[in-house]
């Protein structure tokens, strides 16, 4: 799954092309849309650097068939009589459209790069495919000063929307997942992948202290990977040389941004969907959900 940065650039493209409604009431709750954006990831971060249950209810909602979860999200939503939980599942739609398409070329990628990097691990390769790509997104999307632009200034946990939405995921976690989460657990973890993110953003100051930790644990990169590089991987992660890449389909030659533009009608005509559920009460047709965020079939 690509990293946040990514996330929010996709959010924020989708966002002018989408429909009048949609683009209102997500520029009306931008810290709702945004979150959203982040999908189920936040959850991972609670109580980081240790994992528990909320990392793993992630990854179920990562990997199991996505339709119950996202008909969780619009009642959830329909129950708090506050647009910021309809902008909220607008975001979500962004994080499934990306994730589902781009999945499989983030894990050939990081394959590929078990020949610059064979000591790191699958899990340290991804994260840092994803946070190469970061980087090239927000040069090629961030007009104003890329170098210095700061995503994760734009993730507030302490926003008025924040209150909504972990009530909508903590209720969909328990619809969809069977899953006992609290609003506040939800919450937390808004707070905890901040902080990460907040760290992890200036990570020339910290590299070295997490690269000596790495060794002594005998797990090269698993954290020192969450750093987005200064300058673009030699490996070219993104494929802008539109090598030939393995997947469940065959081989392909797409690079990221080809994929990240095929991923905005998906999204687009989710968002329209859930739009229609949230005031028409109209059910979401199954056909949106043909795999999980994984991209595997359902």
Known sequence: MPSYATHHIFAATVQRVTGDSAAHIAATYPAGYRWGAQ???????????????????????????PGALFEALCVAAVQ??????????????????????????????ADRLSLYL????????????????????????IAAAPAEFEAFRLLDPSAAECTVLARVLAGAAKSAC????????????????????????????IRGRL?????????????????????????DCANQS??????????RTESFCDL???????????????????YQQKPLDPRFFPTNFCGAAT
């Not at 009589?81 to 902008?87: E, G």
């Not at 790191?120 to 994803?130: C, G, M, N, T, W």
């Not at 539109?242 to 081989?251: D, K, T």
Request: proline letters at 7%; charged letters at 20%.
């Open 80 to 109: 708090q009589h506050d647009a910021a939980a309809l902008a909220y599942v607008f975001g979500f739609c962004t994080h499934y459209a990306l994730d589902r398409v781009t999945h499989a070329f983030l894990e050939a990628q």
């Open 211 to 235: 690269v000596h930790l790495e060794r002594l644990a005998g797990k090269a990169g698993l954290a020192s990977s969450l750093i987005r590089p200064a300058e673009p991987l030699a490996a």
């Open 39 to 65: 999908g189920p990831d936040p959850l991972y971060y609670y109580h980081a650097p240790f994992s528990g249950p909320l990392g793993r209810l992630a990854r179920r909602m990562h990997t199991e068939p």
């Open 118 to 141: 064979p000591n790191y691990s699958a899990e340290a390769r991804r994260k840092l495919v994803e946070s190469d790509i970061d980087g090239i997104l927000i040069t090629n999307y």
């Open 178 to 205: 069977g899953a006992r989460v609290s609003p506040a657990a939800v919450y937390r973890s808004l707070h905890d992948m901040r902080r990460v993110l907040h760290l992890t953003h200036s990570g020339s100051h």
């Open 242 to 251: 539109h090598r030939p890449w393995s997947s469940g389909n065959g081989e």
């Open 260 to 278: 990240f533009d095929a991923a905005v009608p998906l999204a687009v005509s989710l968002q329209r969907a859930v739009l229609e559920r949230y």
